[in-house]
C-alpha cells in the first residue's frame, strides 16, 4: 500500500451506519455502568456542582474523576465552571434509566 492510499485510509470518514452503531454502544457504555448512572441521576435535568455530587453519591475523588470525564468525552455531560449538566444526550439517557 503506498503512502498516499494509507493517508486516503486515514481520512475516510465513517458511514452513517457505522457512526450511529459507535454512538449506540457508547450510550450503553455510560447506561450500563452503575456508577455512571448513580451520576447521571445526580444531577438530574437541574445540573449539579461537584461537590453537591460527591457528597450525594459519596464517591472518591478519582473514581468520580474517571466516570465523568467518560460521560464528558462521549457528550453525555457538560461542564462549565463547577456545574455539571447534562446534555441532550445525557437527558435521554437520564430518562431510559
Known sequence: MLDDDLDSLLDTKP????RVKAEHELAHKAASHPIRRQ??????????????ILESTELDEKVFKYHTEFLINGEFLNLIEDKYSLSDKGIELLECI
Do not use: D, K
Not at 458511514?15 to 457505522?18: I, K, N
Open 15 to 18: 458511514s452513517e451506519r457505522e
Open 39 to 52: 451520576l447521571i441521576r445526580a444531577i438530574g435535568v437541574f445540573g449539579a456542582t461537584r461537590g453537591e
